[in-house]
């Protein structure tokens, strides 16, 4: 499982850096999160199929995060795209779309879901339990926090051998099934196996200044990506205009006992010298990592 940024960038496309957004890879499937102007051409330069993209999350309205869908859509149909598409995103993103492949005549070959989210709302999506939560930005904009199931401990291969039970297809149907059967005895899988190991906790937050609406979504993440717009020196700024700072973003990870963060969503005003906003967020959570287009990194629990 990996995250893969395809835009980094803020408010509008610079030579360095796209708009806004990321994928995240898994073996089953593949999602988008936010799909700015120009993501499909990103994706020519990168392993990611958009007939395998199975559900996009926005996080707002806002023309950077959003101005890629319509041609994405279409596109997608036109690579013998088939299978359902859901859209999450916040009030008006239906009307927006609809209206958009209407007027352009889009036809498309495969079902379109389109789910407009509330804070507090939870959705199971492939496997993983999806929770959506208000954030604080100068239009309504939502952050997701995504966890996967619980995974079965590791066989005790030791206990096994002790009983003179063989490598083979039944170590398989441990690990599957509540009970087994060996010598005419029926045990229980359970005592046979290790502690559970905790399901892949994640969170992509959109625009947002410090709230509490991020820490409750970061809470001991493995990973959190989170936007860094601005440097120390212009917090104000970043305040005005409803977006945090490298080291506001640091800070949050470490309230929230996150493991991991990674920065995205990088003004253009910092080329040159973008460095200066990891080191700032490293001063606070020293587990802090500037992202740059085409940049992956694989989600370990």
């Known amino acids: 499982m990996e995250f893969y940024f395809l835009g980094t960038g803020a408010g509008m496309p610079s030579k360095q850096r796209n708009v806004s957004s990321i994928a995240l890879l898994h073996p089953k499937m593949t999602w988008l999160f936010d ?19 199975s559900t996009i999350f926005i996080t707002h309205l806002h023309g950077d995060h959003i101005f ?13 795209g088939t299978t359902l598409l859901t859209i999450y995103g916040p009030k008006g993103l239906r009307e927006w779309l609809e ?10 070959r495969y079902p379109l879901d389109i789910i407009e989210v509330e804070a507090g709302q939870t959705y199971q ?49 441990i690990k599957q099934d509540a009970t087994f059967v ?6 229980q899988s359970a005592d046979f196996l290790g502690a559970p190991k905790p399901g892949v906790k994640l969170a992509v937050l959109g625009d947002t200044v410090p709230c509490a609406g991020s820490i409750c979504l970061a809470q001991e993440v493995d990973v959190l990506v989170h936007e860094a717009t601005f440097a120390d020196s212009e ?12 080291r506001q973003a640091a800070e949050i990870a470490r309230q929230a006992q996150a ?13 040159d010298q973008e460095q200066r906003l990891e080191a700032e967020a490293r001063e606070v959570f020293q587990e802090s990592y500037l992202m740059m287009d085409h940049q992956s990194v694989v989600i370990k629990g």
């Open 68 to 80: 890629g869908l319509p041609g994405f859509i279409s596109t997608r149909a036109a690579l013998e």
């Open 235 to 246: 917090e104000d700024h970043a305040g005005r205009f409803g977006h945090s700072t490298a």
């Open 259 to 271: 493991k991991r963060l990674l920065l995205t969503h990088i003004s253009a005003r910092y080329v």
């Open 182 to 187: 060996f010598d005419g005895i029926e045990y």
């Open 125 to 173: 999506q492939e496997g993983f339990r999806v929770t959506v939560e208000a954030l604080e930005h100068r239009f309504l904009a939502y952050g997701y926090r995504i966890e996967g199931e619980e995974e079965k401990g590791a066989l005790l291969v030791e206990a096994l051998q002790e009983l003179g039970i063989p490598s083979g297809p039944l170590y398989r149907r």
């Open 99 to 108: 209206a958009t492949l209407r007027v352009t005549g889009t036809y498309l």
């Open 35 to 53: 799909c700015g102007e120009a993501t499909q051409h990103q994706m020519l330069h990168s392993p990611i199929k958009p007939r395998k993209v």
